[in-house]
């Protein structure tokens, strides 16, 4: 059998919601681009963008507590909540024009309107929850954003958090309706159908074993087609390592110096999801809490509803949990083989830093069904064991670094996007906020590795994302204008929807 090779333009290692993203916004600047995809599982959006791998949040800071922090002096910093929102109105607004465009079809199939809720206890807790409404309702972002203490306001929009609750202790909550719940597989899987019309040659079953530059500042990957159990070469101008907790493993083969000094650690996550659809339809919102004093902040327990396959879910959760893994599919030994020589001492320093996230997680990996069934009826007061299982979700895999701020070994909750200095390969790592600013990371590395076309590139964008380059909150008149056009292109004006 004569061995295959092939030559393309650009190569995007994994088929997950960012390689899907990059893949689209590519095919619509650069038509003329031959862009090759290997992924390893047999589907496309099997990992981390799996619908339930995910929560599905579309984080825009609406109900996430973890990005408004209490300064020393008592005020509260909204400074992140807005960032995250400006990154999350791209996505919407470059969805909303592929929508538009008949590029992919039935937005309700990925996105539905669901209020965003915070719910705290407790007087301090509320102290805080009103201080940042108070610094959000001002701003454009957040307009529409209602406070409560009210038990009977909140028995009108939470009432299976509120009926039976028998503790005096105040509660209150923050409500805005504008906030969303994403499938993102089925958005991966859209795009992906998209691209493959338009030739872009999607290869499943092929896992990517090696990246290696070659003498003429060309990547060749090292692929074995899984099904043939062939290894093949194939050769591209630029890479994009969208790998997913597998990004790692294929940034450090790359040899780049960017690379080095970073390491990675796994941090599972655990939905409880209710089969009872009696409790499932008395809820209606996504629903944050605070997260628990030492618990990392993608542990913030939140109940959910979901919108799935046409069907109303609610998922409660994440727990999270240590598997040595960096993918869902991974294998045992991934923590141990992305320690090397160059990042030794930085994984060194975290593992003593981070003692305590350790003990956390290995606490909660021993938590038992009727425990976590304790945690989900803070929420729930009456919930039932009978009503819940218990889903495994993605692995997420936290950025270790060497910082200024944080020096050796320190753990990143964020996105890091890392890029060869002559731009001709990047690589994802890191979860959150994730999915939801997908766009807005992929026009940054387009930024990053595209310098020589940017401004060339830059009449399309905007036509794609007319915010492109400016700040929506500075700029009210526009933002209302995106708001009510993607609101009605993404079909995100109606209140409950109704399922035959
Ligand atoms: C528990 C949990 C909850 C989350 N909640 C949210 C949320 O509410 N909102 C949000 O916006 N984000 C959320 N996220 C984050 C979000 O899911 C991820 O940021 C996003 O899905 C990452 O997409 P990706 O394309 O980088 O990776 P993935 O979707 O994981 O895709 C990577 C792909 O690469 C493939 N691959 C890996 N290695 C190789 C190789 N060597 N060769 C070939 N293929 C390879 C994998 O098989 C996989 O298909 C959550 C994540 C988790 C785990």
Redesign the pocket.
């Known amino acids: 059998m004569r061995k295959r090779e092939t030559t393309s333009d650009v190569f995007l ?8 993203t990059l893949g689209t916004l590519l095919k619509e600047l650069v038509p003329e681009w031959k862009i090759t995809v ?4 047999s589907k ?7 619908e339930w ?7 825009a800071a609406l109900c996430e507590l973890n990005y408004t922090v209490e300064k020393p002096d008592g005020s509260v910093d909204i400074s992140k909540a807005i960032k995250i929102n400006e990154q999350f109105q791209i996505s919407m607004q470059f969805w909303s024009y592929l929508v538009k465009n008949r590029l992919i079809h039935n937005p309700q199939d990925f996105i539905m309107p669901l209020p965003h809720m915070s719910l705290v206890q407790g007087e301090q807790n509320i102290e805080f929850l009103k201080k940042r409404f108070e610094a959000l309702t001002n701003n454009p972002l957040f307009q529409g954003m209602e406070f409560s203490e009210d038990p009977k306001k909140l028995m009108e929009w939470i009432p299976l958090i509120m009926q039976d609750r028998s503790t005096d202790e105040p509660i209150a909550a923050t409500k805005i309706d504008s906030g969303t719940d ?1 499938n ?1 597989g089925a958005l ?1 899987r859209m795009l992906f159908a998209h691209l493959e019309s338009k030739d872009v040659q999607l290869n499943h079953n ?4 090696d990246i290696k530059r070659t003498n003429d500042g060309l990547w060749k990957l090292k ?1 074995r087609n899984l099904e043939s159990g062939m290894v093949e070469h194939h050769t591209a101008k630029f890479v994009f390592i ?6 790692l ?2 940034l450090q083969k790359s040899g780049i110096p960017e690379g080095k000094h970073i390491g990675g650690f796994p941090v ?2 655990i ?1 409880m999801v209710c089969n009872n659809p009696a409790v499932v339809e008395q809820h209606h919102a996504k629903v944050y809490g605070k997260a628990k004093v030492g618990a990392p902040p ?1 542990s913030v327990p939140h109940l959910d509803t979901r919108f799935i396959d046409n069907k109303k879910s609610l998922l409660f ?2 727990f999270a949990g240590f598997s040595p893994k960096f ?1 869902k ?1 991974g294998s045992v030994f991934d923590l141990v083989t992305s320690v090397k020589p160059y990042n030794l001492l930085t994984m060194l320093a975290a593992g003593a830093k981070e003692m305590s996230l350790t003990k956390y997680l290995i606490q909660q990996v021993m938590l038992s069904k009727e425990q976590r069934m304790e945690e989900l009826r803070e929420f729930i007061p009456n919930a039932k064991s009978e009503d819940w299982d218990l889903v495994v ?4 895999v936290q950025v270790i670094k060497d910082t200024e701020v944080g020096g050796k070994g320190t753990l990143q909750f964020g ?1 890091e996007v890392i890029t060869a200095e002559d731009g001709s390969i990047a690589a ?1 790592l890191g ?8 766009v807005h990371v992929m026009l940054e590395i387009m930024k990053k590795c595209f310098p020589q076309h940017i401004n060339e590139w830059e009449p399309k964008i905007k036509e794609m994302i007319p915010s492109y380059g400016l700040s929506l909150m500075e700029n009210p008149d526009l933002l209302r204008r995106i708001h009510h056009s993607t609101a009605e292109t993404l079909g995100l004006t109606e209140k409950e929807p109704v399922f035959s």
């Open positions: 290692i994994g088929a997950g919601i960012m390689s899907a290997f992924e390893k599982l496309t959006g099997e990992e981390s963008s799996n791998n995910n929560a599905g949040t579309g984080h994403v993102f991966t092929h896992s990517v074993l692929v969208g790998g997913g907790g597998g990004s493993h294929l599972s996550g939905f993608m959760g994440p993918l599919t979700a993605g692995q997420r996105t994802l979860a959150s906020p994730g999915a939801s600013t997908a």
